[in-house]
């Protein structure tokens, strides 16, 4: 029966398990844990092929309960209710440790259904997931639990397995493999830190590798064949979708033109096109703003452009786009005006409109007072005219705040003028 390479060369020990070292190193806090054998409930949250399910099964096997796995894409209330079963018997008579691999594709109650075991002991619990679990686990087991971070894996690391790696082929198949110079690096930079897929390339590059002399030849050409396609972790309904896009928006917001395109070539290649003409269109207002007026309207000439393309042209405005506005001045001040301003009324702060600008264009409107004192700011000086317009209870409330940037600093200076002079007047 075949086995895949991955589950031959799985490690058995956590010195053998590849990163992870913030929480597996001699000192990190989950390697402490594991040796001393109390075992708390716990999640392991972390992209695909980077050791989860690894360490799980190592710690099975330093405990002396029974181990149920389960993977929460094909299982069913009725496998819980079959461990649940075998609790306080000889099948499991000091408790039950359950692997819940993937448990965000398990709903509120099938969670819930584990709570009464978990918080007695019975059933200790470890859950893996490949998204946020604060987003996508239920409270009361994240309440229960403690969340245990998995990185993607370096790609020194990587490489420094796939060596031993081509070692273990080449002794399973007797016969000697020869390295193209490059091979272990591109495989190694390509699987974007995911072990599995680096193992799985070399598994097919093994088997198809030519024979040359008493040597299987594995080619760099082969490689690059394997690895058409750089394994970028991308995932529209998915955590990593808000982490790239929260990436790309403070990249621009922080001026980093180099960090934006990166981000943004990720968007796309994800063939995330909305997202990435919508978070520009945004950024062009929220980060840019006044200080740059005119970067709203090239942002949407430049979004326009590149949906009605489509890809690939549409990368060349995009890249035109995110280039205007990572150099350009920035100014949040419009930003910060309307959540003020929006805050207020949310609160209640604020009071009748002054009668002066009530609708004032029916019969009757004079009688109620509505639009008498009104004054035509056309028919003044400079085109203004100074009259209240917020209402009483917050007439003195200034929510936007000039920017320091030319722009803004300009209209401040004329404001300034055009309203002094005509305080003065009165």
Known sequence: MYQPLADKVRPLTLDEVVGQQHILAKDGLLRRVIERGEIPNMIFYGPSGVGKTTVAQIIAGATERKLYKLNATTASTSDIKSIIGELDTLMAPNGVLLYLDEIQYFNKKQQQSLLEFIESGKI??????????????????????????????????????????????????????????????????????????????????????????????????????????????????????????????????????????????????GGDLPSACRRMLVVASEDVGLAYPQAAAIVKACVDSALQLGMPEAQMPLSQACILLATAPKSNSASAAIGAAMQDVANGNYSDIPDHLKDAHYQGAKKLGRGLTYQYPHNFENNYVAQQYLPDKIKHTAYYQEGVNKAEQQAKDYWRKIKGASHEKK
């Open 124 to 269: 200790t619990l470890i859950a893996s997931t490949t998204e946020n679990p604060y987003f996508y686990i239920y409270n009361a087991i994240l309440s229960r639990s403690t969340v245990f971070e998995f990185k993607p894996i370096s790609a020194q690391d990587v490489a420094d397995m796939l060596r031993r790696v081509f070692l273990f082929c080449a002794k399973e198949r007797r016969a000697k493999i020869q390295l193209e110079e490059g091979v272990v690096d591109h495989i190694a930079a390509c699987c974007g830190g995911d072990v599995r897929k680096a193992i799985n390339a070399a598994e097919l590059l093994s088997a198809a590798a030519n024979l040359e002399g008493e040597a299987l030849c594995v080619t760099l050409e082969d490689a690059k064949l394997v690895t058409q396609k750089s394994a970028v972790r991308y995932d529209r309904d998915g955590d990593s979708h808000y982490d790239v896009l929260s990436a790309f928006h403070k990249s621009l917001r922080g001026s980093d033109t180099s960090a934006s395109l990166h981000y943004l070539a990720r968007l796309l290649l």
